[in-house]
């Protein structure tokens, strides 16, 4: 079996509201993909969970999103090309500079929500924020949903990129994720997950809600750090994998 990385989002708090255990899933995962406060996250938040990343060995990325606290970035939004490039590199400046503050590094930049969703069905979108950010950062690694537009971007730009698959999420036919309001679209059964992820990785595909096998490089695997069962569901994807000898390292 392969080697995987393990990511999961977080940072996602503000001010006095909470948001998901950060402080458990670091002890699971290798990767945290950290709110840059535009959907998520505050600048006391970012600098908390990257000191806890960086204590416990974990790589640091940044999660930029639309700016959408109310809907969580999750709302689709129509964005200019232009606006786009605005808004990853001056989430991905903020990240950098909390970052390098505390003597650490942004290594990875993965977006977040509908800014995500867009990107996978559209090359465009992928690549204008993908060239903003490697304009900021020119060797960070962009993580990209494998076997969608988002990775054809990435490829093109000749950048380095992660193929990401999710644990929690219902797949369609072209590898994009199922809608979250469509039954099914979130796996909330540890087991149930951990045994597709393990047949996704022995096939080197993902395999979409209709039974679909779509070749693909997997490099890491997402944790949705929100949710009550968040933290389960990381801590039984970890048991299951490393039970069938996949090793769990940094991508």
Not at 80 to 92: D, M, P
Not at 195 to 208: D, K, N, T, V
Request: with cysteine; charged share 20%; aromatic share 4%.
């Amino acid at each position: 079996m392969p080697s995987v990385d393990l990511n999961a989002d977080m940072g996602e708090s503000f001010g006095p509201w909470r948001m998901g255990n950060d402080a458990g899933l670091l002890d699971i995962v290798t990767s945290a993909n950290i709110a840059c406060g535009f959907h998520a996250g505050d600048p006391d938040v970012m600098a908390a969970t990257m000191r806890l990343a960086q204590d416990r060995g974990v790589g640091i990325g940044a999660h930029p999103g639309f700016a959408d606290l109310q809907g969580f970035g999750r709302r689709r939004m129509a964005v200019s090309t232009g606006e786009l490039g605005n808004l990853i590199a001056y989430q991905l400046g903020a990240a950098q500079g909390m970052a390098r503050a505390m003597g650490s590094e942004i290594r990875h930049l993965k977006l977040h929500g509908a800014l995500s969703n867009m990107a996978s069905e559209d090359a465009g979108i992928a690549r204008a924020c993908f060239e903003a950010a490697l304009r900021v950062a020119p060797g960070i690694t962009v993580m990209v949903l494998a076997a969608t537009a988002m990775e054809q971007a990435a490829r093109d730009l000749g950048c380095a990129w992660a193929g990401e698959i999710f644990a929690d999420r219902a797949y369609e036919d072209d590898a994009t994720l199922v809608a979250r309001g469509s039954p099914g679209a979130v796996l909330t059964d540890p087991d149930r997950a951990a045994g597709r992820i393990l047949q996704m990785l022995r096939e080197g595909a993902i395999i979409s809600r209709n039974g679909r096998r779509i070749p693909t490089r997997i490099d890491t695997i997402c944790l949705h750090g929100d949710g009550e069962s968040a933290l389960p569901m990381a801590q039984g994807l970890r048991r299951a994998l490393e039970a069938a000898g996949v090793r769990i390292a940094r991508f």
